[in-house]
Structure formats: structure tokens, C-alpha cells
């Protein structure tokens, strides 16, 4: 595997490749919120209103010209850690005041946020790392915005999650991302259950001390399907590691949690086949042995793709009959 240059790994010395913005074709001003719109630029300061700027997810030169130069002429970059944030732009040699934005403060700043836009001030809003709004509260400032008025303009850019979908080599013309799944077993089984049938393929985001457990239950929910755990992408020690859930729960389980950022992607499944009573009642009553009857219902459903009213019926009538 090559070495790469992980995030603020690079050689130290300061980009400076970055080109002077091409001034935004000016649309006319509008006050109806119903139209797409955007206040005038000053003196070739990108226009007033929310940039969505995405930042590397490992790799500090995975990032954008765009990106640079709207960071450098912005009045302020709203962050999730302000110095995680303050590394890249220094790295960079941007000087933008940084303002801390994330689920502790982000009801109290939003408010400031808001006022500062509508007075023709310039914020852009990025997270520790990647794409914004992917698992952070950056959305409720763009609805915010949108009730507000104001523009929001993407900046697209680097995205642990189209990173791994793509490295992964499993069909990605149709995928879902799941996010992170619950910590607890029995609410995460119940999760997985929901998605079991969606016939596309999977993304999850996961804690590395989680990755074992999760992988061990989404083999049992979802079945043995081909799956794909990217770990650390764009860093020095990346990690794309291949096979079927229980081959990939057995390793984790093995060799322990790892370290780093974990993304997993899991193949979609084909259709349920077709399965009669006794086997219907072989998997509740193995089910029942460990689960409450909620989660052995949405496990066998999801297993067997019956309804789970049927199931759920089948089940009572099993606890009742039980010896």
C-alpha cells in the first residue's frame, strides 16, 4: 500500500497555488423568497450569504481552490472545533476569524449567525472534516437560511462517504446513506431490521470500538452479504479491507478495535426466499431464546421478508404455548 500524506502530514510549507476568484455572475435582486437569489458581491468578496465549503477528510491538499479562496474572504468560518479548523487554515495561511458551531452551541450561534448574514456579512460553514451536514447540525442553519432569506451556496468537495461507496467496487447506482447506527445492540438490531429490504447499497459511519459488534449483528439482520470497511481514507495508514460481514466481524473481533475514522459498505440483498411455517417458527423460537419479542419479530421479518403483523401474531402464540 503507498504512503500518502495524511491530514496536516504534508511538507509544511504553505500553499500559495491558490487563484484570485472569478467574480460571480450577478444575478438581479429579489426579495421574494420563492425565487432563487443572492445579494452583490463587494469589491470581489464572494456574494453575502452561507458558503456549504467541504474540507479533506485525511489528505490537507485534498482540498478545493474554490474551497481556499472562499476561507480566505469570508467574514467568518463557522466550525465544529476550532482547532481542528485552525490547523488546516493555518496550514493553508488563511486568518479567518473561526467561530465555534456544534451540538453544545450551535442553538446560541445560530442566532448570531442569522443576524450576521442578514446584514450582509459572508459565513462559510464547514465540519472537522469532509462535507458539512453529513451527521452534524449544519442542516438547521441552512433551513435557518432558507426561512431567513438568506443564500446558501455548496462548496462541494472531499466526502468520506462517496470515498468509500466508490473504492469499495460494490454497484453504487443506488445507494443509501444509513449514518451512524445506535450504540445500544437491541436498538441497533432493530435499525438494521428496518433496512434489511431497502435494495440498494449500504453506507454506515462507525465508531472503531463499536465496529466488531455492529458488523457481528448486521451479519445476523441483514444476512452473510459482500461488505467493505474503509478505514483512516486519504491518511498514511489507510485501510480498505474486503469480505462478508461475518468474515469481517470475525477479524475485528480478533484483532480488536482499530484506530481512526470508519466508514462501512455493505452490498444490498437479493429478494427473501420463499419460506414455509415450520421454518418460520424455527427462527422465532431461536430468536426468542435471546431476544424480546420486538426484536425477534424484526429480525425474523427482516430474514424472511413476511409481514410483520403475521410474525409479530406467530410469536405471541409461541410465548403463550412456551412450556
Do not use: W
Amino acid at each position: 500500500m503507498a504512503r500518502k500524506d495524511s491530514y496536516l502530514e504534508t511538507s509544511g510549507a504553505k500553499t500559495s497555488s491558490r487563484l484570485p476568484s472569478k467574480p460571480v455572475r450577478e444575478p438581479s435582486d429579489s426579495t421574494d423568497a420563492s425565487k432563487p437569489h443572492q445579494r452583490r458581491a463587494r469589491a470581489g468578496r464572494p456574494f453575502a450569504g452561507l458558503y456549504l465549503v467541504a474540507t479533506p477528510i485525511g489528505n490537507a491538499r485534498d482540498v478545493t481552490l474554490r474551497a481556499l479562496d472562499i476561507l480566505a474572504q469570508v467574514d467568518v468560518i463557522a466550525c465544529e472545533d476550532t482547532r481542528v479548523t485552525g490547523k488546516l487554515m493555518a496550514l493553508h495561511g488563511i486568518a479567518t476569524p473561526l467561530l465555534a458551531y456544534h451540538d453544545h452551541t450551535a442553538e446560541r450561534v445560530r442566532t448570531r449567525l442569522i443576524k450576521r448574514l442578514n446584514d450582509g456579512e459572508t459565513v462559510a460553514l464547514v465540519s472537522d472534516a469532509g462535507t458539512p451536514l453529513v451527521s452534524d447540525p449544519g442542516y438547521r442553519l441552512v433551513q435557518a437560511c432558507i426561512e431567513a432569506n438568506v443564500p446558501v451556496t455548496p462548496v462541494p468537495g472531499p466526502s468520506s462517504v462517496l470515498a468509500a461507496v466508490v473504492v469499495s467496487g460494490l454497484p453504487m447506482d443506488r445507494f443509501l446513506y444509513a449514518g451512524f447506527l445506535p450504540s445500544r445492540a437491541a436498538a441497533r438490531r432493530r435499525a438494521l431490521a428496518e433496512l434489511a429490504a431497502v435494495p440498494a447499497t449500504q453506507v454506515f459511519l462507525e465508531s472503531p470500538r463499536r465496529l466488531g459488534p455492529s458488523l457481528s449483528d448486521m451479519a445476523d439482520v441483514l444476512g452473510d452479504r459482500p461488505a467493505v470497511v474503509a478505514r483512516e481514507l486519504t491518511k498514511v495508514f489507510e485501510e480498505v479491507r474486503r469480505g462478508t460481514l461475518t468474515q469481517l466481524a470475525l477479524h475485528y473481533r480478533t484483532e480488536g478495535a482499530p484506530k481512526g475514522e470508519v466508514t462501512v459498505v455493505v452490498a444490498a440483498g437479493g429478494p427473501p426466499p420463499e419460506i414455509g411455517a415450520e421454518e418460520v417458527e424455527r427462527l422465532l423460537g431461536a430468536a426468542l431464546d435471546r431476544l424480546s419479542v420486538r426484536d425477534a419479530v424484526a429480525q425474523v421479518a427482516a430474514a424472511t421478508g413476511l409481514p410483520r403483523r403475521k410474525i409479530y401474531d406467530r410469536a405471541l402464540k409461541l410465548k403463550r404455548d412456551a412450556p
